[in-house]
């Protein structure tokens, strides 16, 4: 009888290693992209970037549009959490628990360019481990000045500059479980960002190339791109080979900055 107790517990925990096992290696985005892929048929395709209204957490930040010009209350080397796509209604998104909807917004040290006032500044990586979905935090201490997570210790980088001078490999898993993974789940998905003229800054619907998308009779005309290369897929990784592509150049106006949502297809 105890045998028979001891094979069946032998078996459930195999059953469940097995599962376990496994699900670092499903592709996660294929189903949790739908979390807003539904409801609406109006999508945010621009939104400006607003820190989620929590005074305790966020100080004068909290409620406020990020503004690249602001080296006070948006210092390099710090960081936020925004919630993206937005409701609408700050409370509203403050009070949000779903962190498929959250991204850290984190203005790089200025090691790294941080005080240059531009887009680029910036990155926001999502609250999403691609591991198995707990959620990393920036940590600005010297020595760290990277994304980890508390679970089994995944650390996603921030761009490093390469031979050239250039910003490369933004969110790319370094250390933990999330760096043996596979492309493109070996990376934290990214928001594009991109400044306005006002150094006021935005959020690009992902998936969609600005540079080629047009604007007729008050609507976009979207041109969509390779939905791992759009970066940002909710709950999936990106091809960290081409942050450059998603961090649009500062003070480039949005296309149609007047009309933030618009019918898509
Ligand atoms: S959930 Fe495992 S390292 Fe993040």
């Known amino acids: ?27 996660w985005g294929t189903y949790l992209s739908s979390t807003i892929k539904t409801g609406s ?26 503004n690249v010009n602001d080296l006070s209350t948006f210092p390099p080397n710090d960081h936020w959490v925004v919630t993206y796509p937005t409701s609408g209604d700050l409370t509203v998104d403050a009070e949000n628990p779903d962190t498929f909807q959250k991204f850290e917004l984190i203005r790089l040290p200025t090691t790294l360019g941080g005080d240059s006032k531009k887009a680029t500044d910036f990155v926001a990586y999502s609250k999403v481990c691609v591991h198995l979905w707990c959620s990393p935090n ?18 996603y980088q ?3 500059e390469d031979s050239s001078g250039q910003l490369v ?11 043996f993974q596979a492309f493109p789940q070996n990376a934290i998905p990214m928001l594009t960002l991109q400044a306005d003229a006002n150094g006021d800054l935005w959020i690009f619907y992902f998936n969609a190339d600005w540079a080629k998308t047009t604007v007729s009779s008050g609507k976009a005309n979207i041109v969509s791109v390779d939905p791992i290369e759009g970066d940002g897929t909710i709950g999936y990784g990106r091809d960290y080979a081409s942050y450059q592509n998603f961090i649009r150049p500062a003070a480039q106006a949005p296309l149609n900055a007047d009309e933030e949502s618009v019918p898509v297809s």
């Open 158 to 160: 921030l761009p490093k």
């Open 169 to 179: 490999d933004a969110g790319k898993a370094v250390a933990g479980p999330a760096s």
């Open 138 to 155: 920036y940590n600005p201490a010297p020595g760290h000045m990277q994304y980890e997570c508390p679970c089994h210790g995944s650390i």
């Open 41 to 66: 048929a109006q999508r945010t395709l621009a939104q400006k970037v607003v820190v989620d209204d929590i005074p305790s957490k966020y100080g004068a930040a909290a409620g406020k549009v990020v």
């Open 1 to 27: 009888m105890q045998d028979t107790g001891r094979r069946a517990f032998v078996k459930i925990a195999f059953l469940v290693g097995a599962v376990l096992s496994i699900i670092p290696f499903v592709p």
